[in-house]
Every structure is written in C-alpha cells, then in structure tokens.
C-alpha cells in the first residue's frame, strides 16, 4: 500500500505561481501512475493533470490548465509535482494528488480508476 502526502498550497495572487508536491511512502511510485484532481467548493472533483508510470514519459493535462500547469515525477525522491503557473481565481480549489496501480504506459485521467488518494492542499488565488 502506499501513503500519499501533498504539500506546497497556499495562497497567491492571480498570475503567481505555487508548485504542488506528492510525496510517496510505503512503496516506489515508479510503478503506479499518478494524478492530480481538484475540487472547488460546491464542485464536482475534475481531473487536472496525469503522468504515466515508472519514467513518466507521457502526460496529460485538462484543457482548463493546458500551457499553465506542468505535472513531473522525481522517482529518486518518490514524489510528483504540479508546478502551477499563471494562477486565476478559478483555479481556486483542494488539489489532491492519485496513485493508480496496474496501468502501464498511459496516463490515467478518471478518478475511479484510481486506487490510493492524498488528503489534498488547499490552493487559493486571489483577483
């Protein structure tokens, strides 16, 4: 089983910029691909970004986000990141982060197919 921990919300004014971490323990990341969801209050959760398993050689990135937000995976440290640029009031929400077992080589953008979840980390953007 494996634990997940995010880290590195916070608040900061539209067009700043926050790097979200998700730090494994128990066992490797390298195995599981991993994602990042968000919810907004009185939202449904909705996908953010993916990166597949073990080099994390594809990605994804939902439209909203596409050419703001970039997801990365440091398997030396068992740890994926968001780093999360030109921030908007809209992207105001409790980031958490995924791991999915059993899906080698692709990115995994549903969060039902996920298996292990974060707590999450509140992101707040201000006008």
């Known amino acids: 089983q494996v634990q997940l921990v995010e880290s590195g919300g916070g608040l900061v004014q539209a067009g700043g910029s926050l790097r979200l971490s998700c730090a494994a323990s128990?066992?490797?990341?390298?195995?599981?691909?991993v994602g990042w969801f968000r919810q907004a209050p009185g939202k449904d959760r909705e996908f953010v970004a993916a990166?597949?398993?073990?080099?994390?050689?594809?990605?994804d990135v939902a439209d909203s986000v596409q050419g703001r937000f970039t997801i990365s995976r440091d398997n030396a440290k068992n740890t994926v990141y968001l780093q999360m640029d030109r921030l908007k009031p809209e992207d105001t929400a409790v980031y958490s982060c995924?791991?999915?077992?059993?899906?080698?080589?692709?990115?995994?953008?549903?969060?039902?197919?996920?298996?292990?979840w974060g707590q999450g980390t509140q992101v707040t953007v201000s006008a």
């Open positions: 128990g066992r490797s990341l390298v195995t599981y691909a």
């Open positions: 995924a791991a999915a077992q059993n899906h080698r080589g692709t990115t995994v953008t549903r969060a039902n197919e996920y298996d292990y």
């Open positions: 990166v597949s398993w073990a080099s994390g050689s594809d990605t």
